[in-house]
T-cell receptor, first 113, second 111 residues
Framework: DADVTQTPRNRITKTGKRIMLECSQT?????MYWYRQDPGLGLRLIYY???????NKGEISDGYSVSRQAQAKFSLSLESAIPNQTALYFC????????????FGEGSRLTVL | QKEVEQDPGPLSVPEGAIVSLNCTYS??????FMWYRQYSRKGPELLMY????GNKEDGRFTAQVDKSSKYISLFIRDSQPSDSATYLC???????????FGAGTRLFVKA
């Protein structure tokens, strides 16, 4: 089984719908992240969490919210999806080392029509 | 100016070629410099990293950092079709909890 698991892997939805992307990890890491990947823009940080009680906004948090249900679970919600949120979303974890090496899930491809 | 700049390519080379992938960055305080490799339909995985200036070699891969010019490079010797992937340079902030990524360069190695 993968160390970082994302569900769903693919989702097509309509404008205005609420969407939740879920992430679970078996790495035992405290730090968890949600990134968005768009062609030509690389990976951009949406939210990150140091532990269940510590959640922080990244560079593009508008239109998104997160919930850290447990050390191993971190979900991303789009309250009212819009077409420019069509992207590939990645959950990642890291330990507390200086390099911040990230361990990624396989991604959730979201299409908003 | 973006904190980390990387040409998205694509870059197409014949098998056996030497590949050079590059990024520039703006913050002189950065200390760790990472390269992630992402295969199609997969998440990125750390390929290698360097600390401060200098070179680091791992098999056919060499990572190089020139802090004076804020320039980082990844060289691939004897490139193989299996090296076809997107390569992302990435730089963590102090404390390693916020990593900034370049756009990623898509590499194709033709047999």
């Amino acid at each position: 089984d993968a160390d970082v698991t994302q569900t769903p892997r693919n989702r097509i939805t309509k404008t205005g719908k609420r969407i939740m992307l879920e992430c679970s990890q078996t790495k035992g890491h405290d730090r968890m992240y949600w990134y968005r990947q768009d062609p030509g823009l690389g990976l951009r940080l949406i939210y990150y969490s140091f532990d269940v009680k510590d959640i922080n906004k990244g560079e593009i948090s508008d239109g998104y919210s997160v919930s850290r249900q447990a050390q191993a679970k971190f979900s991303l919600s789009l309250e009212s999806a819009i077409p420019n949120q069509t992207a590939l979303y990645f959950c990642a974890t890291s330990g507390d080392g200086h390099t911040g090496e990230l361990f990624f899930g396989e991604g959730s491809r979201l299409t908003v029509l | 100016q973006k904190e980390v700049e990387q040409d998205p390519g694509p870059l197409s080379v014949p098998e056996g070629a030497i590949v050079s992938l590059n990024c520039t960055y703006s913050n002189s305080a950065f200390q760790y410099f990472m390269w992630y490799r992402q295969y199609s339909r997969k998440g990125p995985e750390l390929l290698m990293y360097t600390y401060s200036s200098g070179n680091k070699e791992d098999g056919r891969f060499t990572a190089q950092v020139d802090k004076s010019s804020k320039y980082i490079s990844l060289f691939i010797r004897d490139s193989q079709p299996s090296d076809s992937a997107t390569y992302l340079c990435a730089i963590p902030n102090t404390g390693g909890f916020k990593t900034i990524f370049g756009a990623g360069t898509r590499l194709f190695v033709k047999a």
